[in-house]
């Protein structure tokens, strides 16, 4: 079987901030946090500000997040681009939703406005 290079965050239903490697995923796994359900997958890469931003988003929210890095994981490239025509990064998919880009606005939508 595939190694599968992707990262799977579990957020910690705690307070202070998540230390993070220098390309800005967190360093360790997470407990996951109780209180969300939501399901929620997303498309980076290492280098995007706004991958940073989104990963950030779901952290400061404790929300439980699928990350797939699309330049170190071939399979999570080929899923991307069957989900989404755009090319780009980040792109999330919220409870069945796909997102291209980074916009909380969006992201609060498909988490039924957290």
């Known amino acids: 079987m595939k190694k599968i290079l992707s990262v799977v965050i ?3 239903a705690m307070q202070g901030n998540i230390s993070a490697s220098p ?3 967190p360093d360790r796994p997470f407990m996951l946090a109780e209180e969300s359900t939501a399901k929620v997958e997303l498309y980076v890469t ?3 500000p706004y991958c940073r931003r989104a990963i ?3 952290q400061t929210r404790k929300i439980p997040v699928i990350i797939y890095d699309i330049e170190k994981d071939r399979d999570a490239a080929r899923r991307k681009n069957e989900l989404d025509s755009r090319r780009g990064v ?3 998919i919220i409870n069945g939703k796909g997102i291209h ?3 909380e606005e969006a992201y ?3 988490l039924g406005s957290r």
């Open 56 to 58: 950030h988003f779901f």
């Open 23 to 25: 390309g800005g995923f």
């Open 10 to 12: 579990f957020l910690v």
């Open 90 to 92: 980040p792109f999330a």
């Open 101 to 103: 880009g980074f916009s």
């Open 46 to 48: 290492d280098w995007c």
């Open 108 to 110: 609060q939508r498909a």
